[in-house]
C-alpha cells in the first residue's frame, strides 16, 4: 500500500524488485554478473590513514581526479576527447538515470529492445517516459535496422545482457547517423570481455553516449562507480542536474577506490582474461552436455537445454547451493543466464547440472 | 550553453553553483560546515581486508544492516519506531532530492523559509516544483504559525541554517498537526549540536518526516550518509522510487563506515561538545569585538558588525588564509556564516578578523 503522500503521477506503477539476495546459506553466486574476486591491491593501499582522517571534509562534487584517471585509463586524448567529456555517477545506473532525467520524458520517449537490462523499462514505467520496446531478430541479436529507423531515443547494453551479443561499433554508429536530434546511449557494462568500445566514436557522433560501470570488470560492484563518456555539453548538463538533486553523489573513498582500480591496468586485464577463458570452457562443457550456448561477450553465458526446462534446471541449481537467474518473460524462460566465476564455482555449477541432467 | 539534447522542462534553470574549494593555497576552511576532525578510530577498523575483498559483489540495496544501524544509535523502539521507518541515502541531500521527487510536483507543492539552505530552492527550480518562500521573522527565527497556516508541503532545516536559530518539537508537531494531507520535513542535519529531535513525533506524526546527516556531528561529510525517519508505508514508497532509479545508492564502504561510526557514541558526543564548547568561546569573542551572533546551535555562527561590512570581513579572511561564507540576498548579506572548526582554527579566524577591525 502506497502512502498517502507518493505523488500521484506513481500511481499503479510496478516497483522493481532488486535481485534476491539470500542469506539462509552459502551460495556460489552466479545470479548478478558480479563476482568473487577481489579487486586491484591497490585499492586496500588507498583506503588508508590520509583518507580516512579526511573524511570530515566534503569530497570534490565536480569529480575532477576521477574523470581525469577515466581519461587516462581510456586514452581518450587519442580519440579527441578528454575528462570535460566525462560524467561520473555512483555506478552506472545513476548514469544512467540522470541521463533520462536530464533528456527524456514527454516529447523525447525512449525505445530499447524487448529483451534487454530491466532497468530501462523500470526507469521508464515509474518516471512517466514514454517508451517502446524494439524486438530483437529470431537469433536475439540487436535489430540494428530497426534502432537506425527508430524516431525515439536509443538505449541498448553492447553486449546485450542476458545474451550477451554484441553489435560492431560501425553498427552503432549506423544508428546514432541516422537521427542526430535523438540520443543513442551505449551501455557497455560488459565490453571489456571482449567486445569493442564506441568510445571513440564520440568524437564524431555528438549524440551518442556510451556509459561504462566498475562493477564488472574491475571487480567493483561493492563501490559502485560508473560514468558516461560523451559530448562536452551534454556532459555539462548532466552536472547541472547532477548539482540540484546530490551534488555529492560519490564519497571520498568510492572516488579513492575507483582512481587506485583505474591505475592498475595490469590486474583489471588478468581478471578479464581469466573470465573469457573460464567462459569458453564454460561454453565447452555446456554444449558437450547439448545445451545451446549463446556466444556471449559478457561475463556470463545464456544457455539453454531441449531436455531440461530452465525453472527446473533453475531451482536445482538452487538446492545444490548455486544461484543462476531466470528471467520469466516470453523469449527468455527457456534460458538461464550463468555468470563466470572462478574455475571452482563454474565446476561446482556444472557438477550440479549433471546432477540434473 | 545547454546540449540540444537537454530535456525542454530545464531550460532557463540556473544550475547549482556547488561551494567553492580553492586550491590555491592551504585554507583554514571554515566554509562549508565541515571539519578537519577525523571520524571515529572505528572507520579506520572498519575498512578492513573482508570489506575489500567482497567488492566484487553488490551491497545490500536494502541497507538492512545500517537502517538497524540507524534504529539502535536513535533508540528508535523507545519511540514506538523501527528500522522500518528509516530511508538511507547518499547524503541527505539525495534523501531529500528522493522526497521531493517521489512526492513533490505540480499539485504538490513546496514551501520553505525565504533564509534557508539553498538546496531546497534548487531542486524546485530545476525539477519544475511549485515554491513558495516563507519569511522569516524580523529576528530571523522562523514564522511558526506561518508555517502551520501554509497550504503546500513544508521543508525547514532545525536548527536552520545559516542563522543556527531552532524551533521547539512542539512547534514542528503544531506545524505538522495543522495539516495531515501536507507532508512536513524537518531538516535536522545540525540538530546533535544542542537542539531537540523530533524523532520521537514521528510515531504520532504520519505526516512528519525527519532527515539527518552524517556529515556534520559524524564528522563523516567525504562519506556522505543520510537518512529519514518517517511512516514506514513513506519509506516504502521512498524506496521504491530509489529502485528505480539508483537501487546501489549506498556503496559497501559508505555503509561499513556509517555503521562503525554509528556504534561510537562516546566519540560522536566527544566531537559534538568540542564544537558546543568552541562555539561558545568564539560567541563570546565575537560579542566582545562588538559583533552580534545569533544564538545559534549548529556547528557555525552568523555574525555581523556595524563596522565592518561583511564582504570585506569575507574578502579580508580569505587574503589571511581563512574561508568563510557570505551570502548575498537582502536579509543575509550584513552577515557572515562562520563554521566552528578546531580551537586553533577559531584562534586563526579571530586573529585575522582582530586585523581587519
Redesign the interface.
Known sequence: ??????????RG?T????GE?PRDRTYV?LN?N??????SPA??AA?D?AL???????????CTALREAVARALDLGAHGLDASCVFCG??S??VL?LLF?????E??PLCFPDVTYGFYR??A???GVPARQVPLRADLSLDVDAFAAAPENVVFPNPNAPTGLAVEPADVERIAAADR?R?VIVDEAYVDYGAATCVPLVASNP?LVVVHTM?KSY??????VGWCVC?P??A??L???K???????L????MA?AIAALGDRSYHDACVSAVISERARTTDELVARGFTVLPSLGNFVFATHPALDAVSWNAGLRERGVLCRHFDAPRTRDWLRVTIGTRDEMDAFLSATDELL
Not at 558480479?34 to 579487486?39: F, L, Y
Not at 532525467?101 to 520524458?105: E, I, P, Q
Open positions: 500500500m502506497p502512502s498517502r503522500y507518493l505523488n500521484a503521477r506513481y506503477v516497483p522493481y524488485v532488486p539476495q553466486k548478478a558480479e563476482t568473487s574476486v577481489p579487486p585499492v586496500r583506503l590513514d580516512v582522517d579526511g573524511l570530515g571534509r566534503y569530497a570534490d562534487p565536480h555512483n555506478g545506473d545513476e538515470g532525467l536530464t533528456c527524456l520524458g516529447g523525447a523500470d526507469y514505467g515509474t518516471f536530434g540520443l549524440n562493477s571487480n567493483l560492484a561493492g563501490a559502485h559530448a555539453d551534454l555539462a548538463d552536472a547541472d542536474i548539482f540540484s538533486l546530490n551534488p555529492f553523489n564519497s571520498a573513498p568510492t577506490i
